[in-house]
């Protein structure tokens, strides 16, 4: 098992997390995340302590592992075990799940790193837009 240490809040980058509203429909994305590497061990912690605190505690993180960087697991995170696993999933390259016992299931679009800011913006803002019903 690997701990992630948090750096110090002033060297903290903001995080780059859009969620779609609440809402009682299940929706097949529930936002959109836009990490700054592909490091898991150093963007997952900050990226789990800017969750809603309803999602409650997650214990399972699935993304794909062809996009990834190597991670052990399951890591430490605010002293909390956080299971890893990696998916090879051709359908969903960009996409991670975030499992919570008892709470729920939200799946998040992952821009990836190098995307510009240009690019990434609109994906991020369709992610997390309010879907009507038909």
Do not use: F, K, Y
Request: no cysteine.
């Amino acid at each position: 098992m690997t701990t992630a240490l948090q750096s110090p809040l002033h060297s903290t980058p903001v995080l780059r997390l859009r969620l779609a509203p609440r809402s009682e429909l299940p929706r097949a994305i529930d936002g959109a995340w836009w990490p700054r590497s592909r490091d898991l061990l150093a963007e997952l912690p900050q990226l789990l302590a800017g969750l809603p605190r309803e999602w409650g505690h997650i214990t399972s993180v699935t993304v794909n592992g062809a996009v990834w960087s190597a991670a052990p697991g399951r890591i430490l995170v605010s002293n909390q075990v956080v299971r890893l696993h990696r998916a090879l999933a051709a359908n969903a390259p960009h996409t991670a799940v975030l499992l919570a016992p008892g709470r729920g299931r939200w799946d998040l679009v992952v821009v990836p790193p190098d995307t510009t800011e240009d690019a990434a913006e609109p994906l991020m803002a369709a992610a997390a837009a309010v879907r009507g019903t038909n």
